[in-house]
Each structure stands twice: as C-alpha cells, then as structure tokens.
C-alpha cells in the first residue's frame, strides 16, 4: 500500500505517519531524509543535489522528482507513506506523471485539516521534557497541557525549543502549506481532483480531534 500525506507543521502529521508505519508495516520516507540519503551515498543524483544545495540555491523539481522516485523504489518496495513531499501543485503534477511512467500506484491521499491559527498555536505551545522528548506536553491542548513547567508525565522540567518560538519561520512555512493557488495546499487538491475521478483515493481527517480519534477515524477508512 502506497500512502501520501498531508498536514501543516503542529497537525500531529508526523505522530499519525507512525501509527500508518507500524501497522502496516510501510516505509516512512520523509523528503528531507531522501536528501541525505542521496547525497550521504554519493549517488549521482545527491551529487547534483548537493551542487544546489552548497550554491544556497533550491534543488530543481527535475533532480528532486527522480531522487524521490528512486527511494520509492528502494526503499519503499513494500509500500511507503510519503510525507513532505510534494510542497507544490508543480511538484504534485511531476510526481503524478513520474508514478504513473514508473507504474507505480498511489493506493490513499490522507490530508488532516487544521486552522492555520490553530497550527501555530500548537508549535508555539510544544514543550520538550528533559527527561523524555517524547513525553507530550502542550500548553495550548487540554489533554495534554503540563503541570506548570513540569511534565505531564513525569514531572520533569520542561522547556522550549527556540525555533518553535520563532513566530516568523512559522509563518513562512504556513505561508507555502496553505496556498491553495500555487502551494502545498493546491497540490493536496490536485490530487483531491483525481479521487473525485476515481484514480486514486482521498481521506479528509479533522485534525482538532485527539490523537486517538484521528487514529481511529483514519484506520477504518484504510483497508
């Protein structure tokens, strides 16, 4: 099974994709680690990647596209779950084309929605335990608000991390995610079109919801 997934920074994005990993046992292939993967191998793809990248240049769609088909392949010969990629409509049409030339199918499309001001409060209000990162603690979600500056968990002391207080760079991010032009959110709706024709299939999850809701609503529409 071959998933793509969509969601803004602070949408529980990352914490559904794993839950989708484990259970069916998927390849998580993030776009940021195909990048070091290609250039950490020295493939001659990463070598171009890398020109890019060194120049504080963009790497174009015609060496990123390629790169993420080739880890597909890969890595993800028993099915993968995409996320981070694509970030726009002209990347969503060049991925679409470069699936369907390599015969490979894209079985679910998962968007989770989620206000933009909400998102932004969520980043902001993410609090890191010393004694676990992983330990859940947001001062703006009810159900997993800390006690104070101490862990919800296990009383650890808590802190945040400085480029979830940089309100700019969130921004910015929000700024391509919710683009319906020409932005993430204009590829999601690419794809959103193509359900509607019936190539592939498309599952909208309300991300104000808990954890275990999103989880359970997106599990019973996945076979």
Sequence with gaps: MNILMFGPNGSGKGTQGSLIKSKYSLAHIES?????EHI??????????KEFIDRGDLVPDDVTIPMVLETLKTQGKDGWLLDGFPRNMVQAQKLWEALQQAGMKLDYVVEILLPRETAKNRIMGRRLCANDPNHPNNIFIDAIKPDGDKCRVCGGDLKARADDQDEGAINKRHDIYYDTTTGTLAAAYFYKDLAAKGQTNYIELNGEGSIDSIKDTLLSQLP
């Design 40 to 49: 950490g191998k020295g493939t001659d793809l990463g070598k171009k990647a």
């Design 32 to 36: 940021g680690g195909i990048f070091r």
